[in-house]
């Protein structure tokens, strides 16, 4: 297999893999473009499919962990028939080392306690890696890393993060435009939400500093009801009013 990195000289031709093509793939596009000159790196197979790294010095990361010094993977996705070539092995490969080749302490990365979930690494996958468990927020999502120099302080989820609540009522959404499949059903959810009469406060994130202050482990988006964290996996209208307790 060979890969392909994406700059700000080639991603107006170059696919991102995860949405190829249409407006999710623009807005995308223009979230990375004003990523890079903060060290985004995006790596990506040569064949099209759902198979790439992307990570961010994690002092630049949209996320809020205090992880000085290391590398933070906002996602790593290897999909459907591109499994079990070995392909994720590459990708975390290249990750580690571009950090070892900038000194970093470590990478880190955001995973489920216990089990894989929508939108989150494999932590089992990370295990045998060798990743650890730096901290865990209290709706079970961890900070694991990879330490690549000795005695390398573990990175830690700001408080914000590590006890994720507010103080509203009804639903509130934070999300960002770092996925495309939000930029798709983020509007969705808002229609059927007017549509049925469901409280639903939407907040969209759009620089940094209120990324890494958002009062949750993930920022990409992270769904509240009646100030409870809910989950990070992108809901699609119908998923929505499921949660909200309406089938159709």
Not at 21 to 40: P, T, V, Y
Not at 42 to 66: D, H, L, M, Q, T
Not at 155 to 182: M, V
Request: charged share 25%; aromatic share 12%; proline share 5%.
């Amino acid at each position: 297999m060979n890969y392909i990195k994406i700059t700000k000289e080639n991603i107006d031709k170059e696919h991102i893999c995860c949405a190829m093509s249409g407006k999710q793939s623009l807005a995308k596009k223009e979230w990375l473009k004003g990523r890079f000159s903060d060290g985004l790196v995006f790596y990506r197979s040569e064949e099209r499919g759902k198979c790439f790294i992307e990570y961010i010095p994690a002092e630049n990361a949209w996320v809020p962990v205090e992880a000085d010094g290391y590398l933070y993977i906002n996602c790593m996705w290897v999909a459907g028939s591109m499994k079990g070539h070995g392909y994720a092995d590459d990708l975390l490969s290249e990750c580690i080392r571009d950090a070892n080749e900038k000194g970093k302490e470590g990478i880190c990365i955001l995973c489920a306690e216990g089990r894989k979930r929508e939108f989150l690494a494999d932590p089992k996958f990370l295990a045998y890696k060798g990743f650890k468990t730096a901290d865990i927020s209290d709706c079970g999502i961890n900070l694991t890393y990879l330490p690549l120099k000795p005695n390398a302080e573990p990175p830690k989820f700001k408080s914000c993060a590590k006890h994720p609540q507010i103080n509203e009522k009804g639903f509130t959404l934070y999300y960002t435009d770092q996925c495309p499949f939000t930029f798709y059903w983020v509007p969705k959810v808002q229609e059927a939400a007017k549509e049925h009469g469901i409280p639903l406060k939407v907040i969209h994130i759009t620089d940094k500093e209120t990324a890494r202050n958002v009062p949750a482990p993930v920022t990409t988006y992270a769904l509240f009801k009646d100030g409870s964290f809910l989950t990070q996996s992108i809901q699609s209208d119908k998923k929505f009013l499921a949660l909200a307790g309406i089938t159709e």
